[in-house]
């Protein structure tokens, strides 16, 4: 594999990879590709130009550039900080609904929470750790599970943190407002018991309970990045996003959260993806993209 942003030389460099407004030339899309790597491990190929295209030429026309070559040059300069922020937001993939791959979520009412909520009751510490939780629907569809079983959950020493690299999709999550569309996922029960209508802007929406928040804190985190945890955690959600990074950059990640697990800790992962690399002898495959932590953590990495 060449490294980002690397050409081959039998190739153009002005090549237009994606027509339109502003050309998306070779060395556009490789310098972009190669900064989004630097980012946040995100891969992108050239099979990725009309993708790059269709989401960066609004915010080129936004900052009144004319075109991508100016807008490589702003996002690799110092003073382009904030618009390379800007374009990590738009490259980044933030598709969610409650209860995404909902055999997760009976795995974790039917053979986990049972013996953590015992732990709860009996003065343990229980942390769960959604990564990547765009704008909150994961974190809030565990919550949900958890006061299912436990409704004085927030009483106890029992909490969720929900982390993602964008902080826009971030600020979403904090206020947990959705349209009714995505609740379809929601029973009935559940979204009476823990929703209420508010208008957002003229807009009707509905917003998850007091409840739920006490339960999820949600903090800004690059999983390429130094991770600043000082415990461990009974179970990792990673879904659906391991897979934007290449073989070497996931072998990494999985690595890393095996460190963050104790023996018996789960993590659960997309329907796309599969640990791999040393650390899948650190973990039993227990059932669809479920996994056991076995063996002692040798010493915690993050």
Same mark, same amino acid.
């Given at each position: 594999?060449?490294?980002?942003?690397?050409?081959?030389?039998?190739? %153009?460099?002005?090549?237009?990879?994606?027509? $339109?407004?502003?050309?998306?030339?070779?060395?556009?899309?490789?310098?972009?590709?190669?900064? @989004?790597?630097?980012?946040?491990? *995100?891969?992108?190929?050239?099979?990725?130009?009309?993708?790059?295209?269709?989401?960066?030429?609004?915010?080129?026309? &936004?900052? !009144?550039?004319?075109?991508?070559?100016?807008?490589?040059?702003?996002?690799? %300069?110092?003073?382009?900080?904030?618009?390379?922020?800007?374009?990590?937001?738009?490259?980044?993939?933030?598709?969610?609904?409650?209860?995404?791959?909902?055999?997760?979520?009976?795995?974790?009412?039917?053979?986990?929470?049972?013996? +953590? @909520?015992?732990?709860?009751?009996? $003065?343990?510490?229980?942390?769960?750790?959604?990564?990547?939780?765009?704008? !909150?629907?994961?974190?809030?569809?565990?919550?949900?599970?958890?006061?299912?079983?436990?409704?004085?959950?927030?009483?106890?020493?029992? /909490?969720?943190? &929900?982390?993602? @690299?964008?902080?826009?999709?971030?600020?979403?999550?904090?206020?947990?407002?959705?349209?009714? !569309?995505?609740?379809?996922?929601?029973?009935?029960?559940?979204?009476?018991?823990?929703?209420?209508?508010?208008?957002?802007?003229?807009?009707?929406?509905?917003?998850?309970?007091?409840?739920?928040?006490?339960?999820?804190?949600?903090?800004?985190?690059? +999983?390429?990045?130094?991770?600043?945890?000082? !415990?461990?955690?009974?179970?990792?959600?990673?879904?659906?996003?391991?897979?934007?990074?290449?073989?070497?950059?996931?072998?990494? *990640?999985?690595? /890393?959260?095996? &460190?963050?697990?104790?023996?018996?800790?789960?993590?659960?992962?997309?329907?796309?993806?599969?640990?791999?690399?040393?650390?899948?002898?650190?973990?039993?495959?227990?059932?669809?993209?479920?996994?056991?932590?076995?063996?002692?953590?040798?010493?915690?990495? &993050?």
């Amino acid at each position: 594999m060449r490294p980002m942003g690397a050409t081959d030389s039998r190739q %153009s460099p002005d090549e237009v990879m994606a027509n $339109g407004e502003y050309p998306l030339t070779r060395r556009d899309l490789a310098e972009i590709a190669a900064m @989004i790597y630097s980012d946040a491990g *995100i891969y992108l190929n050239d099979s990725k130009a009309s993708l790059v295209y269709s989401r960066l030429s609004k915010h080129i026309r &936004a900052l !009144g550039l004319k075109g991508f070559r100016d807008y490589c040059a702003l996002v690799s %300069s110092p003073e382009g900080a904030p618009a390379r922020r800007e374009m990590l937001s738009h490259l980044t993939t933030n598709f969610t609904r409650f209860f995404r791959e909902n055999h997760h979520f009976e795995h974790l009412r039917d053979e986990v929470l049972p013996q +953590l @909520i015992a732990r709860a009751k009996s $003065g343990g510490r229980v942390r769960i750790w959604s990564a990547a939780c765009s704008d !909150g629907q994961e974190p809030y569809s565990i919550a949900l599970t958890v006061l299912s079983m436990l409704p004085n959950a927030a009483d106890y020493d029992f /909490r969720i943190l &929900a982390t993602d @690299i964008d902080p826009k999709i971030l600020a979403q999550a904090r206020m947990g407002a959705y349209d009714e !569309g995505a609740l379809e996922t929601v029973s009935p029960a559940m979204r009476k018991q823990f929703f209420r209508e508010v208008d957002v802007a003229g807009r009707r929406k509905f917003q998850v309970d007091d409840r739920l928040k006490k339960l999820i804190t949600f903090n800004e985190l690059n +999983l390429m990045a130094q991770w600043p945890f000082k !415990g461990q955690f009974d179970m990792i959600f990673c879904r659906n996003v391991v897979i934007y990074f290449d073989e070497p950059t996931q072998v990494k *990640i999985w690595s /890393r959260f095996a &460190a963050l697990l104790p023996e018996g800790g789960h993590l659960y992962i997309g329907h796309s993806e599969r640990v791999s690399g040393e650390s899948k002898n650190l973990f039993d495959n227990i059932g669809i993209t479920t996994y056991r932590r076995i063996g002692k953590t040798p010493g915690r990495r &993050a």
